[in-house]
């Protein structure tokens, strides 16, 4: 029994396979979703003389960004201007 030789089992292949599952699961584990909270609405109908900034004012919290109202408007809504007709129901962020 001299001349065959028995090799000792090593820790390698555990090793690589421990590395390569890390390798995978960290990125994983690190990422997480961020949603955008819901936006919630209200439907206003179009006066005469109301304007798109007005709206926005009405529908902005004080010492809020009524630009941001603005545009979120005009987002919400499909508008490319600010054109606005009497009657016309438009969405409002509250």
């Given amino acids: 029994m001299r001349g065959t030789s028995r090799r000792k089992p090593t820790l390698m292949p555990l090793v690589a396979l421990a590395a390569l599952g890390l390798a995978v699961t960290l990125p994983v584990l690190s990422t997480s979703v961020h949603a955008a909270s819901p936006v919630a609405y209200a439907t206003v109908t179009v006066r005469s003389g109301d304007t798109v ?35 016309q129901h438009l969405r409002i962020p509250r």
């Fill in 53 to 87: 900034w007005s709206l926005a004012e009405r529908g902005t919290a004080a010492g809020g960004d009524v630009q941001a109202t603005v545009d979120q408007i005009l987002a919400a809504n499909h508008l490319a201007g600010a054109d606005l007709t009497v009657g």
